[in-house]
């Protein structure tokens, strides 16, 4: 068994006391442990923070950059190491472990090539200066100086290997020094990528530190002028943001939480056209991928009421061909959810869910291959529909292959429904009707971080509705936790600080060259 030691002030350390076991979810297998009991946090944190935080502001953000490039050289090498630890840890199937470890690779490299074009300067100016005062004799300009505290991620058992990369590419771009806490039950492949840069020596010193086991006494070690990005339910985010530190906004918070997405058919689909074809391949497709946990995971599909026995039988029949069980298996295409424990989670989230709907598809009656359900965390895809959708459909996340269909009358109501969600990740269209998707994304935009559009001629061109692309804002609004990252290089903005500078116009032109010799804290 593996023991997940701790990178803290430059050395590995093992935690104190019982750690806790990371487990197989397919053969129940115990495969590491890990501990941060008995860690001298404060220490740790004010290593990186001074170390790591001078190292990284020495440099400019096209040196940065290139420290990015090299971090995806190091895990480009590892990557079937990566693959077997996932297929291990969260039992998912090799097509599902690429959209973690792939997508983490691809947006290193995006931003590793974004940075590269930044000027050679340690600070980024906003916008041009205005003037302040008759004559262009004062004026104001507003900059961006990188944050001199640390950023603390913490981050949801999902995507140990993408959730650590999509905030690392950024904060590091911006000379941030950052302090990842992995989830536990997958914190091996973070631990894994960790170990491999550090042993590649890519980054300066202090730049890069990683806590692996429990969460507590990190957010006492924060200090003010920190970051806080996390990712995982709204009701850890909620005890989060009841911290001292947090309400007393000293450190800035980034919250990534929970969703419940919806994918919209136009009023124009019927049964065949292109717009329906792909909302239903796109709804199995968001249901089988990582056994539907994905946070941006389609988990509600508003359709024409007309259309609504089509598409359930048209989802059911394809769910049907979906073959659950050991992801090492080569006829399973949906491998296992993280855990009994996250199984228990999705069981009673679905008997929730089905007091107030009907079951168009059961998947409970399917034979796992190569598993023992008694077990196994592996659990079959379940269709539900309701024609007169509760509040309860609206605001229940199920973490898992489950997804409820719901008719509209009207486009009105549609837009309606999808609002319920109470702010969302994602919603996607599909329609050949540009009034409907024009309308739907104005209409759905203020709720939701991203609107995916979907018409027949980007059928095969659009990135998927549940797909999280570097250069596209990723987060929402209200219970997704009103967080924002990634969007190129406004992910940037969060590790800044945005001034004013007030002064005559030929000093305020000097700005941007500005080298400060590096000063105490
Ligand atoms: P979780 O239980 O909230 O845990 C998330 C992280 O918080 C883990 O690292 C956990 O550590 C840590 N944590 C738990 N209690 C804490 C505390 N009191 N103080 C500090 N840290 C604490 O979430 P999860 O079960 O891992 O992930 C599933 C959820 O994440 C779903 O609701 C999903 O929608 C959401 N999610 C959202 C996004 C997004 O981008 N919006 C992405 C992925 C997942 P331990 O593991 O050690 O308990």
């Known amino acids: ?36 009991a008995g860690l001298d946090l404060p220490a740790a944190f004010a290593w ?19 420290l990015l490039s090299r971090v995806a050289e190091v895990l480009s090498a590892h990557r079937d190491k990566y693959f077997d630890i996932a297929l291990a840890n969260s039992g998912t199937v090799q097509a599902d472990s690429a959209i973690d470890i792939d997508g983490a690779i691809y947006t290193v490299a995006y931003y590793a090539k ?40 913490i981050n949801a058992f999902n995507f140990p290997a993408w959730g650590l990369w999509e905030k690392a590419a950024p904060a ?23 170990s491999d840069v550090v042993k590649a020596g890519v980054l300066p010193d202090g730049a890069l530190s990683l806590i692996c086991g429990g969460s507590a006494g990190l957010l006492d070690a924060l200090r003010p002028l920190d970051l806080l990005s996390f990712t995982g339910s709204a009701d850890t985010a909620a005890q989060l943001r009841a911290h001292p530190a947090l309400l007393r906004g000293d450190v800035r918070l980034n919250a990534e939480t929970d969703s419940v997405n919806s994918a919209l058919l136009g009023p124009d689909a019927v049964a065949g056209s292109p717009a329906f074809d792909t909302l239903v391949r796109e709804v199995v497709r968001e249901m089988r991928a990582k056994s539907g946990q994905k946070c941006t995971a389609i988990r509600r599909i508003m359709v024409p009421a007309g259309q609504y026995d089509a598409v359930a039988q048209a989802i059911s029949a394809q769910l049907a061909r979906i073959t659950v069980g050991n992801p090492r298996h080569a006829d399973v295409k949906m491998g296992s959810l993280v855990s009994r424990a996250q199984l228990d989670n999705v069981q009673s989230g679905l008997a929730v869910l089905r007091t107030a709907a009907d079951v168009l598809f059961d998947g ?23 024609r007169q959708p509760q509040a309860v459909l609206h605001h229940t996340e199920v973490f898992g292959p489950v997804a409820t269909l719901m008719p509209y009358r009207d486009t009105a109501q549609a837009f309606a429904l999808a609002r319920q969600g109470d702010g969302s990740l994602v919603a996607s269209l599909y329609s050949d009707d540009s009034d409907f998707l024009a309308q739907g994304a104005q209409a759905l935009s203020e709720s939701h971080g991203r609107v995916h559009l979907v018409s027949p001629e980007a059928a095969k061109a659009h990135t998927g509705h549940g797909n999280v692309m570097p250069q596209a804002l990723h987060g929402g609004p209200g219970r997704a936790g009103g967080g924002q990252e990634l969007g190129g290089l406004r992910a940037l903005d969060f590790y800044h600080r945005r001034s004013a500078i007030q002064g005559a116009p030929p000093r305020l032109q000097a700005l941007p060259e500005a080298r400060v010799p590096e000063f105490a804290a």
């Open 1 to 36: 068994m593996h023991l997940l030691q701790n990178y803290v002030a430059g050395q590995w350390r093992a935690g104190q006391g019982q750690p806790a076991t990371l487990h197989d979810p397919v053969t129940g297998a115990a495969l590491a442990s890990a501990s941060s």
């Open 48 to 66: 990186a923070r001074e170390r790591g935080g001078a190292a990284l502001r020495a440099l400019t953000y096209a040196q940065r950059a290139a």
């Open 114 to 153: 974004q940075g590269a074009r930044l000027a050679e300067d340690a600070w980024r100016m906003d916008g041009t200066a205005d003037p302040l005062a008759r004559d262009d004799a004062y004026a104001v300009r507003h900059v961006w100086t990188p944050a001199r505290g640390l950023a603390l991620f």
């Open 172 to 194: 590091l771009l911006s000379g941030v020094p950052i302090v990842i806490k992995p989830a536990t039950a997958t914190a091996w492949l973070t631990h894994e990528m960790v």
């Open 364 to 386: 409970a009656g399917q034979a796992l291959i190569d598993a023992d359900p008694a077990v196994a965390a592996c659990m079959a895809p379940t269709l539900l529909g309701s």
